[in-house]
């Protein structure tokens, strides 16, 4: 069974950084490239950052980039976001998710259950 | 950056169709997909590839895209179908994935 479990999140001061983590288990976890998704409260899904499978390849939203760092560790199984600089409005709960490739195209196929990051004085 | 246009909400009763619409620019080379998430949970993905089913996901589910418009269609509507629904692509232009606003869909 595909498990993804966030951590580190909680209370951070404007200007503070924090770490997420995402533990991975039930799928061979350097096959997938991983992403980060975040939902403030009362709003809709954002995308905040990408990683390919041996971290060739990384792309931010543009309101991340700069202040967030995604990594991978793939003999950990594991997968983090470097946050930087926070501020009020990145206040949200952060998705890890795992990126499946189609004969297509790529797609979301599992979401962790989320980690609230909140950024308030 | 590149934007995707949901309604914000849908009605529907039960037993009808609801059918959600997810537009942009030049959409038509876009590939959808669509992610179902209920109160206080994490999404779910509920059709990929524009029109393809996950495992698990009922056959009253289904998805088109065609000209400037993806739609997601749920047929024979229930009341545990009331969630919100977003629509998800990736612009190749920005290297960037791309939600839409999302839809909530209420079961009358």
């Known amino acids: 069974e595909v498990q993804l479990v966030e951590s580190g999140g909680g209370l951070v001061r404007p200007g503070g950084s924090l770490r997420l983590s995402c533990s991975a288990s039930?799928?061979?976890?350097?096959?997938?490239?991983m992403n980060w998704v975040r939902q403030a409260p009362g709003k809709g899904l954002e995308w905040v950052a990408s990683i390919s499978t041996r971290s060739t390849y990384i792309y931010y939203a543009d309101s991340m980039k700069g202040r967030f760092i995604i990594s991978r560790d793939n003999s950990m199984k594991s997968l983090f976001l470097q946050m930087n600089s926070l501020r009020v409005e990145d206040t949200a709960i952060y998705y890890c998710?795992?990126?499946?490739?189609?004969?297509?195209?790529?797609?979301?196929?599992?979401w962790g259950q989320g980690i609230l990051v909140t950024v308030s004085s | 950056s590149y934007v995707l246009t949901q309604p914000p909400s849908v009605s529907v009763a039960p037993g009808q169709t609801a059918r959600i619409s997810c537009g942009g620019n030049?959409?038509?080379?876009?590939?959808v997909h669509w992610h179902q998430q209920k109160p206080g949970q994490a999404p779910v993905l509920v059709v990929y590839?524009?029109?393809g089913r996950p495992s698990g996901i009922p056959e009253r589910f289904s998805g088109s895209n065609s000209g400037n418009t993806a739609t997601l269609t749920i047929s024979r509507v229930e009341a545990g179908d009331e969630a919100d629904y977003y629509c998800l692509v990736w612009d190749t232009d920005s290297d960037h994935w791309v939600f839409g606003g999302g839809t909530k869909v209420t079961v009358l």
């Open positions: 998710v795992r990126e499946f490739i189609s004969t297509r195209s790529y797609y979301f196929d599992y």
């Open positions: 030049n959409f038509g080379s876009k590939i």
């Open positions: 039930g799928f061979i976890f350097s096959n997938y490239s």
């Open positions: 590839d524009d029109s």
